[in-house]
């Protein structure tokens, strides 16, 4: 049975920093490119950042230079680093796993950046 768990979110100020992380079972981790999306009420999910299975990492425009995704292949586990978070930054985040055309997504975190 494959999971994906996100955990981390909560509520935070803006400037503030959160660790996103995103426990997995059930598949083969390490052959898995990894990602990240958010989404916010009435928008479409979008990507924040992804890493390959050689740890190439690719980052939305908007959160470049603030953000850092990780993963760590002997705990099957996936990392979001958000600092100098804003109010724009608010929304459910989600993990996702894809290997060819496979593809599972967690349940997600709620991120709220607010004052």
């Known amino acids: 049975q494959v999971q994906l768990v996100e955990s981390g979110g909560g509520l935070v100020q803006p400037g503030g920093s959160l660790r996103l992380s995103c426990a997995t079972s059930?598949?083969?981790?390490?052959?898995?490119?990894m990602a990240w999306y958010r989404q916010v009420p009435g928008k479409e999910r979008e990507l924040v950042a992804d890493i390959t299975r050689g740890g190439e990492t690719t980052y939305a425009t908007s959160v470049k230079g603030r953000f850092t995704i990780s993963r760590d292949n002997p705990k099957n586990t996936l990392y979001l680093q958000m600092n100098n978070l804003k109010p724009e930054d608010t929304a459910v985040y989600y993990c996702h796993s894809k290997i060819l055309n496979r593809g599972y997504w967690g349940q997600g975190t709620q991120v709220t950046v607010s004052s």
């Open positions: 059930g598949i083969s981790f390490s052959l898995n490119v």
